[in-house]
């Protein structure tokens, strides 16, 4: 392979161009993480009022609220695709890091289910 050898400029503005690209996929996904970090209050703060306020039985129902969160962060997901003209690699990491911690925490969820965890709340 050929090797193109780069002056400390060239190599110091392809790590600045890097970070600023870096550092704009990150801004892009921040209405994601404003959506989830809402939702997440929402759930928290509506699971403590309904458990201890209001003692309601089936408190966790509030949680519901993540299916319609989860169909606009991916309406989201599709629109910011179609505008995304370049992928790099923190990019691509970024989404197969969401999308194995998702299938965790889904299996996570299903078999502490079937142990009976929870069921005396």
Same mark, same amino acid.
């Given at each position: 392979?050929?090797?193109?050898?780069?002056?400390?400029?060239?190599?110091?503005?392809?790590?600045?161009?890097?970070?600023?690209?870096?550092?704009?996929?990150?801004?892009?996904?921040?209405?994601?993480? &404003?959506?989830?970090?809402?939702? +997440?209050? /929402?759930?928290?703060?509506? $699971?403590?009022?309904? =458990?201890?306020?209001?003692? !309601?039985?089936?408190?966790?129902?509030?949680?519901?609220?993540? &299916?319609?969160?989860?169909?606009? +962060?991916? /309406?989201?997901?599709?629109? $910011?695709?179609?505008? =995304?003209?370049?992928?790099? !690699?923190?990019?691509?990491?970024?989404?197969?890091?969401?999308?194995?911690?998702?299938?965790?925490?889904?299996?996570?969820?299903?078999?502490?289910?079937?142990?009976?965890?929870?069921?005396?709340?």
């Amino acid at each position: 392979m050929k090797e193109s050898s780069f002056s400390p400029q060239d190599s110091l503005k392809l790590i600045q161009d890097m970070i600023g690209k870096a550092r704009q996929d990150m801004g892009d996904n921040g209405k994601h993480f &404003l959506l989830w970090g809402w939702v +997440s209050f /929402v759930g928290c703060v509506g $699971q403590f009022v309904l =458990k201890t306020i209001m003692h !309601y039985p089936q408190h966790y129902l509030i949680w519901l609220l993540t &299916l319609p969160a989860a169909v606009i +962060s991916i /309406v989201m997901g599709q629109r $910011q695709h179609k505008q =995304k003209v370049t992928l790099t !690699y923190v990019g691509e990491s970024m989404k197969h890091l969401w999308i194995g911690m998702g299938i965790s925490y889904f299996v996570l969820s299903m078999i502490l289910s079937r142990l009976g965890w929870g069921t005396s709340i």
